[in-house]
């Protein structure tokens, strides 16, 4: 996740379509979440709530990512979290993260799947 995975400008979901999305469906009836999705905000609130001073570097790295050939393969996928501290293995910026990280559950499937693709990229 090299790129900021903040969600921005969207068009609004059903509860319906979030229901039927394996992710997202088991967001919380009622969370913040599910009201940004159904609301279709311009941009998860978390964005908005982000202090100027962490904003501007990840616009700056947003103008000037290059995503990575994807071959079809989880490696080519895309790079390790720019927010992810190499020396602890910890957020820097746990507190902002955004929507993608706090829906995926801390050692679950999904996040031992991407631990496991980018263990070369990530320091012990």
């Not at 394996?22 to 940004?36: A, E, H, T």
């Not at 990575?68 to 490696?75: A, H, M, S, V």
């Not at 602890?88 to 496991?116: S, Y």
Request: hydrophobic share 30%.
């Amino acid at each position: 996740m090299g790129y900021p995975a903040f969600v921005l400008p969207q068009d609004p979901m059903t509860e319906e379509e979030i229901d039927a999305d394996p992710v997202l469906s088991k967001l919380p009836k009622g969370s913040r979440r599910r009201k940004d999705l159904i609301a279709g905000n311009p941009g998860e609130s978390w964005w908005h709530e982000l202090p100027k001073e962490l904003k501007v570097p990840l616009v700056e790295h947003m103008k000037n990512y290059v995503r990575p050939k994807y071959d079809g393969t989880l490696e080519s996928f895309d790079g390790p979290c720019i927010w992810l501290d190499q020396e602890t293995r910890l957020c820097k910026h746990h507190l902002h993260r955004p929507n993608v990280c706090r829906d995926f559950e801390t050692g679950c499937g999904e996040c031992l799947q991407w631990r496991e693709v980018y263990s070369g990229q990530i320091k012990e």
